[in-house]
């Protein structure tokens, strides 16, 4: 497998609670924690969540991360406009011996 | 405040070199694991290297081994990624970005602006 599984769009009114799912293996997110990242457009990405379901200061509470088994989710409530982005999941591979990355979930706010 | 500059993109035909820097500042550099990821045009994320703390351990994607190399200069607060025989697909823009922990575990929590490498004749 040379990436985790997300799905390439996802999309919600203003208020609403979306979520984001991330699919991995043994190898990935079995035996290793999940990191996802925001890219907003023509930007480099930013930490969003870490260790699963850590903030990073200055993350808002409105953003939450889980994991469970080899499958993690992030979930986004109180949708706003500015969350409209690119979200990414990323863990490390201990068959691959380093990063792997989904393949990204553009986010769209209707 | 902490910052990572990316220098030494542009355009290179195939089978060319280049070679990237990233200048690091306002932490301490040679704590720091460090990694490289690109994008292509239109595309998601892709891990390419990373590097242990005092260089003595590095880690490539398959599809970049024997090809590129990861290095870093503690003195100079700087990381490097030699490109050879680049190839078509190696054309994304590059980022340099830092990592606390070994295992991702506080993920990579500081990020270049990066800088874009296009490999065409």
């Known amino acids: 497998q040379s990436v985790l599984t997300q799905p390439p769009s996802a999309s919600g009114t203003p208020g609403q609670r979306v979520t984001i799912s991330c699919s991995g293996s043994s190898s990935n997110i079995g035996s290793n924690t999940v990191n996802w990242y925001q890219q907003l457009p023509g930007t480099a990405p930013k930490l969003l969540i870490y260790s699963n379901k850590q903030r990073p200061s200055g993350v808002p509470d409105r953003f939450s991360g889980s994991k469970s088994g080899t499958s993690a989710s992030l979930a986004i409530s109180g949708l706003q406009s500015d969350d409209e982005a690119d979200y990414h999941c990323a863990a490390w591979d201990d068959s691959l011996n380093g990063v792997l990355f989904g393949g990204g979930t553009k986010l769209t706010v209707l | 405040e902490v910052q990572l500059v990316e220098s030494g993109g542009g355009l290179v035909q195939p089978g060319g070199s280049l070679r990237l820097s990233c200048a690091a500042s306002e932490f301490t550099f040679s704590n720091s694991w460090m990694h490289w990821v690109r994008q292509a045009p239109g595309k998601g994320l892709v891990w390419v290297s990373r590097i242990n703390t005092d260089g003595s351990s590095t880690s490539y994607a398959d599809s970049v081994k024997g090809r590129f190399t990861i290095s870093r200069d503690n003195a100079k607060n700087t990381l490097n990624l030699q490109m050879n025989s680049l190839r078509g697909e190696d054309t994304a823009v590059y980022y340099c970005?830092?990592?606390?922990?070994?295992?991702?575990?506080?993920?990579?929590?500081?990020w270049g602006q990066g800088t874009t490498v296009t490999v065409s004749s």
């Open positions: 970005a830092r990592a606390p922990g070994q295992w991702l575990v506080y993920g990579m929590d500081v």
